[in-house]
């Protein structure tokens, strides 16, 4: 009879306790649903943060001239127009850069890229040992002045599918920018700006 008397009052004190145990372990369990909500919260707002200010900052650089994105006194690559397309192709190579603008003296007369190495000479047949970059460059290339913003020369690029364009003031060439050198510069330090942002919600 004692038994059955102990054995019933642990079933009833279970009973009793089950409730309090169960409503213990659900504001467990509410409380770290709760906390992963916050965490995909924060998340979010973070990569919202981080895509406004990589676009608006992406939109306050293209507004940028291009006098002050190309260094001054940088190596300008160019040919005379009686240098064979193979020195060409090779000076091309080993300076790994996909144009050469070429010089009769202080004047510019034309630009040779490789889509002229390919469509001009390799699709023609000529022998490269034997041609003249003058008779294969893209002849007077579309210059544009140093006060270009960054804006305007990747709408000129991508309207009339140049790859290169020569910078030209008064005459002089100052450089030769590549639609790959406007893009890599746009893109520059914003994976950097993005993980500032991430460490800072995460550090808050």
């Not at 192709?89 to 996909?98: D, E, F, N, Q, Y």
Request: charged fraction near 25%.
């Amino acid at each position: 009879m004692r038994k059955l008397l102990y054995k019933s009052g642990t079933g009833f004190g279970l009973a009793l306790l089950s409730p309090a145990v169960l409503a213990a372990t659900l504001d467990q369990e509410q409380t770290a649903l709760f906390g992963q909500v916050q965490m995909y919260v924060l998340i979010a707002f973070v990569i919202i943060v981080a895509a406004g200010v990589y676009f608006m900052r992406s939109r306050d650089k293209r507004q940028t001239p291009l006098n002050e994105i190309f260094k001054k006194g940088e190596a300008i690559h160019s040919v005379g127009p009686d240098t064979l397309v193979t020195e060409c192709v090779r000076l091309m190579t080993a300076s790994k850069i996909g144009a050469l603008i070429v010089m009769d003296g202080e004047r510019l007369i034309g630009i040779f890229t490789e889509r002229d190495a390919l469509n001009k000479v390799l699709a023609g047949g000529l022998d490269p040992r034997n041609t003249k970059v003058s008779a294969v460059m893209t002849k007077d290339p579309y210059c544009i002045p140093p006060t270009t913003t960054v804006d305007d020369a990747m709408k000129l690029i991508s309207k009339r599918r140049f790859r290169h364009l020569p910078i030209v003031d008064n005459g002089k060439v100052l450089a030769v920018v590549s639609s790959g050198d406007l893009t890599h510069w746009l893109v520059q330090d914003r994976m950097g700006e993005v993980q500032e942002l991430v460490d800072l919600a995460a550090r808050s």
